[in-house]
Protein backbone atom coordinates (compact mmCIF):
# COMPACT_ATOMS: atom_id res chain seq x y z
CA UNK A 1 0.00 0.00 0.00
CA UNK A 2 1.44 3.04 -1.08
CA UNK A 3 0.58 5.88 1.90
CA UNK A 4 1.78 8.83 -0.01
CA UNK A 5 0.73 12.41 0.55
CA UNK A 6 -0.48 14.75 -2.00
CA UNK A 7 -0.84 18.40 -1.99
CA UNK A 8 -2.22 20.61 -4.42
CA UNK A 9 -2.82 23.92 -4.14
CA UNK A 10 -5.94 24.82 -6.28
CA UNK A 11 -6.45 28.82 -5.08
CA UNK A 12 -6.73 31.12 -7.91
CA UNK A 13 -8.10 28.54 -10.16
CA UNK A 14 -11.22 28.99 -12.37
CA UNK A 15 -14.19 26.34 -11.84
CA UNK A 16 -13.89 23.02 -12.61
CA UNK A 17 -10.81 22.89 -12.46
CA UNK A 18 -10.06 22.41 -8.77
CA UNK A 19 -12.43 20.06 -8.20
CA UNK A 20 -11.11 17.95 -11.58
CA UNK A 21 -7.34 18.07 -9.83
CA UNK A 22 -8.32 17.02 -6.64
CA UNK A 23 -10.21 13.77 -8.15
CA UNK A 24 -7.52 13.34 -10.70
CA UNK A 25 -5.29 13.00 -7.90
CA UNK A 26 -7.41 10.69 -6.02
CA UNK A 27 -8.08 8.46 -8.93
CA UNK A 28 -4.43 7.84 -9.00
CA UNK A 29 -3.87 7.49 -5.07
CA UNK A 30 -3.77 3.87 -3.75
CA UNK A 31 -5.86 2.88 -0.46
CA UNK A 32 -4.67 4.90 2.46
CA UNK A 33 -3.21 8.12 1.04
CA UNK A 34 -3.89 11.55 1.46
CA UNK A 35 -4.71 14.54 -1.04
CA UNK A 36 -4.89 17.95 0.56
CA UNK A 37 -6.16 20.72 -0.83
CA UNK A 38 -6.07 24.22 0.00
CA UNK A 39 -9.11 25.67 -1.78
CA UNK A 40 -9.90 29.55 -1.75
CA UNK A 41 -12.90 28.90 -0.36
CA UNK A 42 -14.54 25.70 0.87
CA UNK A 43 -15.80 22.98 -1.88
CA UNK A 44 -18.98 22.36 -1.42
CA UNK A 45 -19.62 20.66 -4.93
CA UNK A 46 -16.40 18.58 -4.02
CA UNK A 47 -17.67 17.99 -0.73
CA UNK A 48 -20.54 16.59 -1.87
CA UNK A 49 -18.85 14.30 -4.26
CA UNK A 50 -16.30 12.95 -1.67
CA UNK A 51 -19.83 11.89 0.16
CA UNK A 52 -20.86 9.97 -2.72
CA UNK A 53 -17.54 8.33 -3.13
CA UNK A 54 -17.34 7.80 0.41
CA UNK A 55 -13.93 9.20 0.89
CA UNK A 56 -12.76 10.04 4.76
CA UNK A 57 -12.14 13.72 4.80
CA UNK A 58 -11.71 17.28 6.87
CA UNK A 59 -11.73 20.69 6.72
CA UNK A 60 -10.01 23.35 7.88
CA UNK A 61 -11.48 26.57 7.18
CA UNK A 62 -9.56 29.56 7.77
CA UNK A 63 -9.70 33.26 8.68
CA UNK A 64 -8.85 34.51 5.19
CA UNK A 65 -11.92 32.64 3.96
CA UNK A 66 -9.81 29.72 2.34
CA UNK A 67 -9.88 26.42 3.28
CA UNK A 68 -7.47 23.62 3.57
CA UNK A 69 -9.23 19.79 2.86
CA UNK A 70 -7.54 16.64 4.09
CA UNK A 71 -9.01 13.65 1.54
CA UNK A 72 -7.84 10.08 2.72
CA UNK A 73 -8.45 7.24 0.48
CA UNK A 74 -9.86 3.99 1.88
Do not use: C, W
Not at 16 to 32: C, Y
Not at 54 to 63: I, N, Q
Request: hydrophobic residues 35%; glycine residues 6%; charged residues 30%.
Amino acid sequence: MNNRVIELDNRGLQPPEPMMRTLQALKEMDRGGQVIIHNDRVPMFLIEELRSLKYDYTVDSREDGSAIITITKR
